[in-house]
């Protein structure tokens, strides 16, 4: 089970850092990712860790996103800086392996303008 947090009301220009924890799965063994879906729109990935180390962006969020993950602690994390109102969104983490995606709640991002 993954618990999202981090989520809340900030102006354009600011920033958030997201965090999901995840529980009866071990972050080592799955590629960890963020992903966003804004109302009418589906569901798209923001930022991938993959389990060999490679790290993707959505191009509209590189240079201002940046994931991290901790298998320790199993925890991944996005900073997000500079946001943007166009980045208001729910934000979902997502631990897959395999063919198996796990995902968590969500938690909402709005960037007021």
């Known amino acids: 089970q993954l618990q999202a947090s981090g989520g809340g009301l900030v102006q354009a220009g600011g920033s958030l850092t997201l965090s999901c924890k995840g529980a009866?799965?071990?972050?080592?063994?799955?590629?960890m990712g963020w992903y966003r879906q804004a109302p009418g729109e589906q569901r798209v990935l923001v930022a991938k860790?993959?389990?060999?180390?490679?790290?993707t962006y959505a191009d509209s969020v590189k240079g201002r996103f940046t994931i991290s993950r901790d298998n320790y602690e199993n925890t991944v994390s996005l900073q997000m800086n500079n946001l943007k109102p166009e980045d208001t969104a729910v934000y979902y983490c997502n631990a897959y392996l395999s063919g198996i995606n796990h995902w968590g709640k969500g938690t909402q991002v709005t960037v007021s303008s």
């Open positions: 009866g799965i071990l972050f080592m063994r799955y590629s």
């Open positions: 860790h993959s389990l060999g180390g490679t790290i």
